[in-house]
């Protein structure tokens, strides 16, 4: 594709529920990315994939997070037992950092909503 | 560890006039500091980065400024127009090479 796409663009999950997000980076592209963004806040780090290293995890803020990458592409953010605090935008971003080149190409983001 | 601060928070111009956002940081180590703007419903998007041999990088009407010795650098839009309304996020490297964000200005372009 031309860009990230992530998906869904928007969940509504009832508390308590595991959700599952996904993000498809630019082909090639050996960094992804996850962050969360609170209603009108910066932006919070959750975890880097970086090539077949093992992943930077330091940003997850519990346990009930977690995420996988599979075959060096695509990339799934799992929160399981959803708080309503989780509630934010789940964007994902990807560069090609094996190339000396910072840039973050960036997904339009999951809305997440937890009732 | 690095840590950016931004300001203002959320900035109002006349359209034509000048926006100026400004950012910090903490780490003299810190080498590469970009601008990113964030549409409405869409994620962030690179608009000018700069490193830190260099003291300022223009692009038609952004440029971005660096001062190593202060530890600050800045966003200048100049004629500022309806569609540069948005967040700008600034951001720096840290000791691992990962982005520290700033908190984002929201900028507002008064018709």
């Given at each position: 594709?031309?860009?990230?796409?992530?998906?869904?663009?928007?969940?509504?999950?009832?508390?308590?529920?595991?959700?599952?997000?996904?993000?498809?980076?630019?082909?090639?592209?050996?960094?992804?990315?996850?962050?969360?963004?609170?209603?009108?806040?910066?932006?919070?780090?959750?975890?880097?994939?970086?090539?077949?290293?093992?992943?930077?995890?330091?940003?997850?803020?519990?346990?009930?997070?977690?995420?996988?990458?599979?075959?060096?592409?695509?990339?799934?953010?799992?929160?399981?037992?959803?708080?309503?605090e989780d509630s934010a935008v789940y964007l994902c971003a990807s560069s090609?950092?094996?190339?000396?080149?910072?840039?973050?190409?960036?997904?339009?983001?999951?809305?997440?909503?937890?009732? | 560890?690095?840590?950016?601060?931004?300001?203002?928070?959320?900035?109002?111009?006349?359209?034509?006039?000048?926006?100026?956002?400004?950012?910090?940081?903490?780490?003299?180590?810190?080498?590469?500091?970009?601008?990113?703007?964030?549409?409405?419903?869409?994620?962030?998007?690179?608009?000018?980065?700069?490193?830190?041999?260099?003291?300022?990088?223009?692009?038609?009407?952004?440029?971005?400024?660096?001062?190593?010795?202060?530890?600050?650098?800045?966003?200048?839009?100049?004629?500022?127009q309806p569609e540069d309304s948005a967040v700008y996020f600034c951001a720096?490297?840290?000791?691992?090479?990962?982005?520290?964000?700033?908190?984002?200005?929201?900028?507002?372009?008064?018709?």
């Amino acid at each position: 594709g031309a860009g990230v796409s992530q998906s869904p663009s928007n969940k509504v999950t009832e508390k308590g529920k595991d959700v599952e997000l996904r993000c498809d980076p630019i082909s090639g592209h050996t960094a992804l990315y996850w962050y969360r963004q609170s209603l009108g806040q910066g932006l919070e780090f959750l975890i880097y994939f970086q090539g077949n290293s093992a992943p930077d995890k330091s940003g997850l803020p519990s346990d009930r997070f977690s995420a996988e990458r599979t075959g060096g592409s695509v990339s799934t953010l799992t929160i399981q037992r959803t708080q309503q605090e989780d509630s934010a935008v789940y964007l994902c971003a990807s560069s090609d950092r094996g190339h000396s080149n910072e840039k973050l190409f960036f997904g339009s983001g999951t809305q997440l909503s937890v009732l | 560890g690095e840590n950016v601060e931004q300001h203002p928070s959320t900035l109002s111009v006349q359209e034509g006039d000048s926006a100026v956002i400004k950012c910090t940081y903490s780490d003299s180590a810190s080498n590469y500091f970009p601008w990113y703007k964030q549409e409405l419903g869409k994620g962030p998007q690179l608009i000018i980065d700069i490193r830190s041999n260099v003291g300022e990088k223009k692009d038609q009407r952004i440029a971005v400024t660096l001062n190593k010795t202060a530890k600050h650098f800045s966003l200048h839009i100049t004629e500022t127009q309806p569609e540069d309304s948005a967040v700008y996020f600034c951001a720096a490297f840290d000791s691992n090479y990962q982005l520290i964000w700033g908190a984002g200005t929201k900028l507002i372009i008064k018709p």
